[in-house]
């Protein structure tokens, strides 16, 4: 008989760009997920009662964190990702505007509401909305934004009043200890737990959570959807994408090269949002893969230290870059043609920056979500056949339209079938916490930020009636029942619901 595979007490975390073991965390039971989830609730009744305002004291105190730690933050983010120093420093600078935001409308957000109902069964009454926390919000967190995912979701999530549990992955949980970290040196109230280790610790925590907030793959996310159902709670996804960028014959094609680049190219590729397929109308197809290509070569690739030199890191971990070669691999057998990279570069996880042509829409590179620093470009023969082929995916997270029309560029954006759509620039809609950011087919369900959505969504409304007039002993349709009061009623209701004659209840002979 053999013993069951024992559980990893703890992880080691590694640098993918040169191997080094850089770090250990737990690998927590649901014992100890569960422990932690009923602290955090014991905690959470006081964080609510502080109010938005007391809130918000709480994570400005945070932001001060986070602008007095910087610099160990980046290095931290460095050392389990391997990105250079420059998208490093990017990540708690997003936090810090997040909080601004979060921190200074949540209250408005949060206040209550009295919505105006003219009818016979409401016109006494004060309506009233309230919002109030769900006790425990279970954050889980992919690999590619160590700091700024946590802070995306779990920022709004105490701004609601909620106590949150962060899952961070396994692959980068320094990061998030950090975060945790950060707020706990402040002095904040207990509400913010972190629970490491692998997909087991996730499902603990959704098992102990009443709402979850999830980023990640899509196939971890139909199993989080399917536990959230079982569990009957609410939960949110954030999923994979294969975002196209549509370049218009009218484009200005430096702006356009360089937006394209970018997009592509940042985080080593490793972003939902990032353009991972590029559609070039046929006039300026030639001018813009030139200018793409020349601009990518120039690219710096390599390992930083403090000083911002290099362009593109490394990838996250080997498996990814091997997910990134074996999509370069098929598509070149399928008749694809690198024009600069197409390689990994050692050490480490390193992928040359490709762009790829020659490719068809049934190529892995454009079927499959690379996650990785490829640009695969089709050329198209107009504006139709540019949106038939972008909306030709299983995915729906985001485009970007590159045109000098503006009115022809929107036109083009609403016939996409993607969650946001970010005209003449790149992932700027991240940005717009006002804005809704939220996949459409199997990128996800729901939404993150989307202004007052973005905290309402933590929590449960509840509705209050109360009269506003003195009240009579019974109401009208209250016990006993009688002819006269039915007949009475129906003339009413009718008489504010229907529209034209039929407002008016006329006798039967009179009817026609
Ligand atoms: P990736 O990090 O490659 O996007 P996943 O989508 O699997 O991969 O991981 C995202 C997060 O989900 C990580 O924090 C991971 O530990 C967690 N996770 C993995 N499996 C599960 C699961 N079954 N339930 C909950 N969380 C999970």
Redesign the pocket.
């Known amino acids: 008989m053999t013993n069951p595979p024992t559980e990893l007490a703890s992880i080691d975390v590694k640098n993918p760009a040169d191997g080094t073991v850089v770090g250990t965390i737990a690998n927590h039971s649901s014992k100890q997920v569960a422990q932690m989830a009923a602290n955090l609730r014991a905690a959470q009744g006081e964080w609510e009662s502080i109010g938005p305002r007391g809130r918000a004291d709480w994570l400005f105190k945070f932001q001060e964190w986070i602008y007095d730690n910087t610099n160990k933050i980046a290095d931290v983010l460095q050392s389990e990702t391997g990105k250079p120093r420059a998208e490093a420093l990017t990540e708690p600078a997003v936090v810090t505007d997040l909080i601004g935001y979060w921190a200074r409308q949540a209250e408005g957000f949060l206040t209550d509401g009295h919505p105006v109902q003219l009818g016979p069964m409401t016109i006494g009454k004060r309506l009233t909305t309230i919002y109030r926390p769900y006790p425990l919000v279970g954050v889980?967190?992919?690999?590619?934004f160590p700091f700024t995912m946590p802070g995306i979701d779990v920022i709004p999530a105490l701004a609601a009043g909620a106590a949150v549990l962060l899952?961070?992955?396994?692959?980068t949980p320094l990061s998030a200890a950090e975060f945790v970290r950060g707020w706990t040196e402040i002095g904040a109230p207990p509400v913010l737990g972190l629970a490491t280790?692998?997909?087991?610790?996730?499902?603990a925590?959704?098992d102990c959570a009443d709402y979850v907030q999830?980023?990640?793959?899509t196939?971890?996310?139909r199993?989080?959807a399917v536990?959230c159902g079982e569990r009957l709670i609410p939960y949110s996804l954030e999923l994979?994408g294969k975002d196209p960028a549509l370049v218009l014959s009218d484009a200005d094609i430096e702006r356009a090269a360089n937006g394209v680049m970018w997009g592509g190219l940042f985080n080593a590729g490793q972003v939902c949002v990032s353009i991972e397929r590029v559609y070039v109308e046929a006039p300026v197809y030639d001018e813009f893969l030139a200018k793409l290509t020349a601009k990518v070569k120039a690219l710096r690739q390599g390992q930083d230290g403090r000083e911002c030199k290099h362009d593109v890191g490394a990838l996250a971990t080997d498996a990814?870059r091997d997910i990134v070669q074996r999509h370069v691999r098929e598509s070149v057998a399928a008749g694809a043609r690198a024009v600069t990279g197409g390689k990994p570069a050692s050490p480490g996880t390193f992928f040359e920056p490709t762009v790829l042509v020659d490719v068809d829409q049934t190529m892995t590179c454009i079927t499959d979500e690379t996650?990785g620093p490829t640009l695969p470009i089709i050329k198209v023969a107009d504006e139709a056949e540019a949106i038939r082929l972008a909306n030709d995916s299983i995915y729906g997270l985001s485009a970007t339209v590159w045109s000098s029309n503006g009115e022809r560029a929107e036109r083009v954006a609403r016939q996409l079938e993607v969650g946001a759509v970010n005209i003449n620039d790149v992932m700027v809609n991240i940005f717009a916490y006002s804005l809704p950011m939220g996949g459409w087919k199997q990128s996800g369900i729901g939404a993150r930020s989307g202004g007052a959505e973005g905290v309402r969504k933590y929590c449960r409304r509840q509705a209050i009636t109360a009269p506003r007039i003195p009240t009579l002993s019974k109401e009208m349709l209250w016990y006993p029942v009688s002819q006269g009061t039915i007949d009475f009623a129906q003339t009413l209701l009718r008489a504010f619901a229907a529209r034209g004659r039929r407002r008016v209840s006329l006798p039967k002979w009179l009817e026609w």
Not at 140 to 144: K, L
Not at 214 to 217: E, I, L, M, P
């Open positions: 889980i967190t992919p690999w590619n899952k961070p992955s396994e692959v280790g692998d997909g087991k610790a996730g499902s925590v959704i999830f980023t990640g793959s196939a971890t996310g199993k989080v536990r994979g990814q996650f």
